[in-house]
């Protein structure tokens, strides 16, 4: 059932600063990115990224060559967006946002 669900894109930009960070700061090939939540109830939740192995309550995927592993709890939250990285002159770090949709005229 769950096999198929891909619950959370990543972007090129962010790709390639998950490998640059995987490169130089040592982190063991078994591990893959992890996407998740933290909190719940009145606050909502936050939506939070960091290095860690798979567990047996995962959905993993590989995207842009990279391992991507969500807890099947999570999905619900997660459904729909996608972790990007910004640099800026302002700020810089990843972020998550929603997938851009692409519609087809001709299926409208």
């Not at 894109?9 to 591990?31: D, Q």
């Not at 807890?71 to 770090?93: P, S």
């Amino acid at each position: 059932m769950f096999k198929k669900i891909i619950p959370v894109g990543l972007t090129a930009r962010a790709a390639l600063e998950v490998r640059k960070i995987m490169a130089t700061k040592n982190i063991p090939a078994e591990y893959g990115l992890r996407v998740g939540i933290r909190g719940g109830g009145c606050g909502g939740v936050a939506l939070i990224i960091g290095f860690d192995k798979q567990k047996p309550t995962d959905i993993t995927y590989l995207l842009e060559g990279i391992n991507i592993h969500v807890d099947k709890k999570h999905t619900m939250y997660l459904i729909g967006k996608e972790v990007d990285f910004y640099e800026g002159a302002d700020a810089r770090g990843f972020m998550f946002a929603d997938q851009q949709k692409v519609v087809d005229p001709a299926n409208s």
